[in-house]
């Protein structure tokens, strides 16, 4: 069975900053892109940001230069470091792996995480 835990979530002041971090656990073999989506009350999910096997990044445009995303292929971990949070900002995380593979024969799955609620609030 593949887990992804996420931790690191909580309430932040404006202008402070979280690290989210988000292990996946289990039997995997490999695991192509692992990312950070979130989703505000009344909202859809969106893409926060998104890290690939060889370390290609992508970004949602609001988050720019506020966000940072890492892995640690070693330990199948990925990380959000967040800055200069808005209000705006406030919204369940979820990790996502992209293309898991549990062995060399499998096929690939999509796995999320359960949630990390993020606040941003004075």
């Known amino acids: 069975q593949v887990q992804l835990v996420e931790s690191g979530g909580g309430l932040v002041q404006p202008g402070g900053s979280l690290r989210l971090s988000c292990a996946a656990s289990g039997s995997i073999f490999s695991i192509n892109a692992m990312g950070w989506y979130r989703q505000a009350p009344g909202k859809q999910r969106e893409l926060v940001a998104i890290?690939?096997?060889?370390?290609?990044?992508n970004y949602a445009d609001s988050v720019k230069g506020r966000f940072t995303v890492s892995r640690d292929n070693a330990k199948n971990t990925v990380y959000l470091q967040m800055n200069s949070l808005k209000p705006g900002d406030t919204a369940v995380y979820y990790c996502?792996?992209?293309?898991?593979?549990?062995?060399?024969?499998?096929?690939?799955?999509?796995?999320w995480g359960q949630g990390t609620q993020v606040t941003v609030s004075s």
């Open positions: 890290i690939g096997s060889s370390d290609s990044t």
């Open positions: 996502n792996a992209d293309q898991l593979k549990v062995s060399y024969w499998a096929r690939p799955s999509n796995y």
